[in-house]
Nanobody, 118 residues
């Protein structure tokens, strides 16, 4: 069964850190571009970060640059999002997405909730 499963969300105080994981089953992540998205209450889903399938190049939205780091461990078939210096405005459900390099496969996880609050 093909699926993406996010984990690692939770409640954290402002300035704290979390590491989200996106684990794949039923396919290998190394042939896919992986993206992290988030959707805050009452807002549209937005792209946060992505990592390429081949050279490991990365992209971050401006609001998380310098605070978030995306990485992949192909041996574990998992992609991570290390989130540091968290702010209340980072509160959202975080989703991972895998798109095959051929563009013929597109998978989404069900999301994990991150709440940044004192």
């Amino acid at each position: 069964q093909v699926q993406l499963v996010e984990s690692g969300g939770g409640l954290v105080q402002p300035g704290g850190s979390l590491r989200l994981s996106c684990a794949a089953s039923g396919f290998t992540l190394d042939s896919h571009v992986i993206g992290w998205f988030r959707q805050a209450p009452g807002k549209e889903r937005e792209g946060v970060s992505c990592i390429s399938a081949n050279d490991g190049s990365t992209w971050y939205t401006d609001s998380v640059k310098g605070r978030f780091t995306i990485s992949r461990d192909n041996a574990k078939n998992t992609v991570y999002l290390q989130m540091n210096s968290l702010k209340p405005e980072d509160t959202a459900v975080y989703y991972c997405r895998a798109i095959s390099v051929l563009g013929d496969k597109d998978y989404w996880g069900k999301g994990t909730l991150v709440t940044v609050s004192s």
